[in-house]
């Protein structure tokens, strides 16, 4: 109900990314009149350029202990895939300061609690959500993935560590001497071990996908404007969304699912995110060797992953800490080339370089719920890694708090209001 105890008709959705786009539809397709405010260029998405993958396993929040203890290893300095901003170090000091709080071991459990929560549903609501959306079969697929090692001590090592991870329902098995040896037909050499994941999967193309929803929103009557949200201003009565050279909109209720800029969005109305832009970079080539037996795969050693797409293959890494809006730092494209090279990925065509924010908040745990000093407004971001995995899940969560049903009891570990 709004402030006036009228059952909410309209909502403003803020952000036309994965999350934006998913939850968009959702609302539109149960009944609201929802306009999706968003920019326009889908390369500013990280919806766009992500890696495909149905990360069900990752059920472990990447603030941990072992992740601090690691960070001197991985440093993109020393060849690793991590690199922090000097230029933005006023940014991503203070986030560091709750990243480490949220590295300690009772936070670190709680955060496996609630992402296993977010994560274990993701893979059946995918499938839905892509019906209901009619995209194209085949959008989504629950096909698993592989994680494999080139050193066999690191092999090990490695899946060893998977064995004792937190992942939920996705199951593991070592992969047979025939799976290793098909690697080594597309790649320069054969791994030394590797995993298969069952549970996980992988979508067709990251940016069709988010088309395909977008297009399946306007498809059910959702308008949508392109604009820059500069602020909201919510009262009993509703939202007003203000945007940079455009009339404002209207609407009872508002969404603010603008992945990386959704802070800024939401800072007029007291809420205080601790948001970063955690950049990744990829290379795509269209024209490429990789055969369709192969799954999406994790080169553990390199902190990079491949995958096959409708419009290439891509290869993607490296996590850039600090403003979402610099300009792209060309070494980090230049670094995934060599890494392409030395596997002996089969790309062959000009590749496409691509550059984008993931939405991270210091305890690797997403933002979902709906505002407490402003009820009318909701707000689903901080997705981090995850954004693609869990943009389905999150949409209907979106929709029952939107329709003011009782709160899904695992939205209390997602509140903004824990970052005070
Ligand atoms: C290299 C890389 C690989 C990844 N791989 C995976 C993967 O395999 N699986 C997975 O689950 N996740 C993956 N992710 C993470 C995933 O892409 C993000 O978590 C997800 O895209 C976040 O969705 P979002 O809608 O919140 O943000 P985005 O998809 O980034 O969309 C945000 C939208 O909001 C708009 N916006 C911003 N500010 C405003 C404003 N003021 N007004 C209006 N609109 C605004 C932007 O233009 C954009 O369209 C990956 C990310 C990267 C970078």
Not at 33 to 48: E, F, W
Not at 136 to 163: I, L, N, Q, T, Y
């Amino acid at each position: 109900m709004s402030g006036t105890g009228r059952r909410p008709e309209t909502c403003a959705v803020v952000g036309g990314g994965i999350v934006g786009a998913a939850c968009a539809f959702r609302l539109q397709r149960a009944g609201f009149g929802v306009t999706l405010l968003d920019p326009g260029d889908p390369r500013r998405a990280a919806a766009y350029g992500n890696i495909g993958h149905i990360a069900a396993e990752q059920c472990a929040p990447l603030a941990s202990l072992s992740s601090l203890a690691s960070f001197p290893s991985r440093l993109f300095a020393f060849g690793g895939p991590l690199d922090f901003r000097l230029r933005d170090v006023g940014l991503w000091l203070p986030w560091a300061a709750r990243f480490a709080a949220a590295s300690l071991p009772r936070r670190h459990a709680a955060g496996v609690q609630a992402l296993t929560g977010l994560l274990g549903p993701a893979l059946d609501a995918w499938p839905e959500l892509a019906d209901q959306a009619e995209l194209p079969p085949g959008s989504v697929r629950a096909e698993g993935h592989g994680a494999v090692w080139f050193d066999p001590a690191r092999a090990a090592k490695g899946m060893a560590a998977w064995e004792t991870a937190p992942r939920g329902s996705v199951s593991i098995r070592p992969m047979s001497g025939d799976e290793l040896d098909a690697y080594g037909e597309t790649l320069s050499r054969a791994p030394a071990g590797g995993l298969r994941f069952e549970g996980t999967g992988q979508v067709s193309d990251p940016g069709g996908l988010h088309q395909g929803l977008l297009k399946a929103f306007e498809t059910a009557g959702g308008r949508v404007v392109q604009a820059s949200v500069r602020d909201l201003a919510a009262s009993p009565d509703g939202v007003r969304v203000d945007m940079e050279g455009r009339e404002p909109v209207a609407a009872d209720l508002a969404l603010v699912a603008a992945g990386a800029g959704s802070a800024r969005v939401l800072r007029g109305l007291g809420a205080s995110a601790p948001l970063i832009g955690e950049r990744g970079y990829s290379i795509q080539s269209l024209r490429h060797g990789w055969p369709g037996t192969l799954p999406l795969t994790v080169f553990e050693e390199m902190s990079v992953v491949a995958a096959a797409f409708d419009s290439g293959l891509r290869l993607s890494g490296m996590v850039e800490i600090g403003s979402p809006y610099a300009p792209p730092d060309a070494r980090k494209w230049e670094r995934l080339e060599s890494q392409a090279k030395a596997l002996g990925l089969p790309m062959d065509g000009p590749l496409d370089r691509w550059c984008g924010p993931r939405p991270t908040l210091p305890d690797y745990l997403p933002a979902i719920g709906r505002l407490e000093a402003a009820p009318n407004v909701l707000y689903a971001f901080g997705h981090q890694h995850l954004g693609l995995t869990s943009a389905a899940v999150t949409a209907g969560w979106i929709e029952t708090l939107a329709r003011g049903e009782a709160q899904p009891e695992e939205l209390a570990a997602f509140r903004v209001e824990r970052f005070g």
